[in-house]
């Protein structure tokens, strides 16, 4: 009986851990859910695509920076500039968790903690991924001046806060790899 | 075994590249890379970034950093390896012009830069756009390519951004301030998002991203900076302004030469043409003073005589009556001196006749 469920847990664990990585793979090409030789491919390939995707939304802020520059509006120029500042920071996070990597730790590291590094990995890519999608909105609603502009400034601001947090929850998960 | 530093100042060189011919030569002698934290490596190959390490990844590797680039070294047409410092590093550049109301101000701005080793092959783009020149030939000189730039310092970035920031940020903002607002919070935030507005371009080419900007409204500072730092292209700028300021001011002055001369001329002919008009009229105005004179001479010589001839009857009257009233006034005296002497002669007689009787009385 105890075979049976643990044999259930290891299907079921296996079965969403295959969904996870199917949908990071959706965003970060050859990733393979820690199931490789190199298990710090898989981790780099993660920091790579976070710093790609954080440029991107640096472009965009910069975009609702101009917008407010040339049009004078202070407040979106100043809610801009926030945005760009936690995204300067969430990179500088990204890079020095780059350098952290000193400890050669991840051939020790148990498949369920890759297991849990996955699920980290889905969180901080898909709050990304929400923020780029609202900042691309954001960027239409303030061109055309629409009503929804304060709302989606917010929900960017948060956003962004947001997969940060999941990224430094990630970083302290790595850092505990013994 | 040795260690290597890949850069030999770390303060100003910010990226360096290295051909295959290098790696297979230097860098698979018998040494070890050292990338401290916040530097990348990054392996290109025909121009795509194959691979993105750290020191920690090339210790992984079995046999070290010198099987690793052996490894990596087979096959493919063009491979570089590329490396990054790609920690936040600070330039200073000049910040200068004028404001709403005319006043010139000055100051030093400090950017906080960032070189992203994710966007590295633009940085080899741009690198390998700066071709590196050399004069060849004897008699016929002529300039060709030695080669592409292979490193990145901040003196670079510094030169390149100096002039640029000058005129799309600094001039602009400054332009749109009174000289009172200078030190507030409006300003600050004004110049910060007009540098990430209008060098966005050159950043993003590069592959570097601006992370923090603010300006020191300090003119000592950037007397010093302009007399340390500034970049070479302004002095270039500088000295081609100076020789077409030059050239402007030597035709300004061959033509002032040239229209004086001709106005001098002109001057000339029209005063000596004065001249001789007054000259003549000077001439013939002379010419009648000169005959009213002599005949207000001959006039004068006429009266004169006339007095003259007058004043000689008059003096010869005088003479005669001169004569007159000293041949009256001998007369008077002779008579007088007759007088005297008759007298005396009497008394002299009266004197002799006493004298007589005295000698007969006794």
């Known amino acids: ?178 | 075994m040795a260690m290597e530093k890949w850069r030999e100042n770390p303060d100003e060189e910010l990226a360096k590249i290295f051909k295959r011919s290098e790696l297979s030569t230097f860098w698979s002698t018998n040494i070890s890379l050292v990338i401290e934290p916040g530097e990348t490596l990054v392996w290109i190959r025909d121009g795509q970034i194959e691979e993105t390490v750290t020191q920690t990844r090339l210790n992984n590797v079995a046999g070290g950093f010198r099987n690793w680039i052996a490894s990596k070294n087979s096959g493919g047409k063009d491979i570089q390896m590329l490396i990054i410092d790609n920690k936040p590093f600070e330039i200073v550049i000049g910040a200068d012009g004028y404001t709403k109301d005319d006043l010139e101000q000055t100051g030093i701005a400090r950017l906080t830069l960032r070189l992203n080793h994710e966007q590295a092959n633009r940085l080899t783009g741009m690198l390998k756009e700066k071709a590196v020149k050399a004069t060849k030939g004897f008699f016929r000189k002529r300039e060709v390519i030695t080669g592409y730039e292979t490193k990145l310092t901040r003196t670079d970035i510094e030169q390149m951004m100096a002039a640029e920031a000058r005129a799309k940020v600094f001039g602009p903002v400054i332009k749109k301030f009174e000289s009172t607002d200078f030190g507030s919070r409006q300003l600050v935030g004004k110049v910060e998002t007009a540098a990430q507005i209008e060098l966005r371009k050159t950043l993003e080419l590069w592959g570097m991203s601006l992370e923090n900007i603010y300006v020191e409204w300090d003119r000592n500072a950037y007397q010093s900076w302009k007399s340390e730092k500034a970049p070479s292209i302004w002095e270039e700028k500088a000295r081609r302004e100076s020789e077409l300021a030059e050239v402007i001011h030597s035709e300004d002055i061959s033509d002032i030469k040239a229209d004086s001369s001709r106005e001098r001329r002109k001057k000339n002919s029209e005063l000596e043409s004065e001249i001789r008009t007054r000259e003549s009229e000077q001439d013939v105005g002379e010419l009648s003073q000169l005959m009213k004179i002599k005949e207000q001479i001959n006039q004068q010589k006429i009266e004169r005589n006339k007095a003259e001839a007058d004043s000689g009857i008059e003096l010869e009257k005088v003479k005669a009556e001169a004569q007159v009233e000293s041949s009256k006034y001998n007369l008077e005296t002779y008579k007088d001196a007759q007088a005297t002497e008759s007298e005396k002669m009497l008394r002299m007689m009266e004197i002799m006749q006493g004298k007589k009787k005295k000698e007969e009385e006794e």
């Open chain 1, 1 to 178: 009986m105890v075979e049976i469920i643990t044999g259930a847990l290891i299907g079921y664990r296996l079965v969403k851990d295959a969904k996870f990585v199917l949908s990071i793979a959706k965003y970060v090409k050859d990733y393979q859910g820690y199931d490789t030789k190199d298990n710090k491919e898989d981790d780099r390939a993660v920091r790579n695509w976070i710093m790609e995707s954080i440029n991107g939304l640096r472009t965009h802020a910069v975009n609702l920076m101009e917008n407010g520059y040339r049009n004078d509006d202070d407040n979106l120029e100043r809610e801009a500039k926030v945005m760009m500042d936690n995204l300067d920071l969430f990179k500088n996070e990204v890079n020095l968790a780059s350098a952290r990597e000193a400890k050669s730790v991840w051939n020790k590291v148990s498949d369920e903690d890759f297991d849990d590094l996955v699920e980290f990995d889905l969180k901080v890519v898909k709050g990304i991924d929400k923020v780029e999608k609202i900042m691309a909105e954001l960027e239409i609603e303030v061109t055309s001046d629409g009503k929804n502009k304060t709302k989606l400034l917010g929900e960017a601001k948060s956003g962004i806060t947001a997969a940060r947090n999941h990224f430094i929850e990630r970083m302290q998960f790595v850092g505990g790899f013994k």
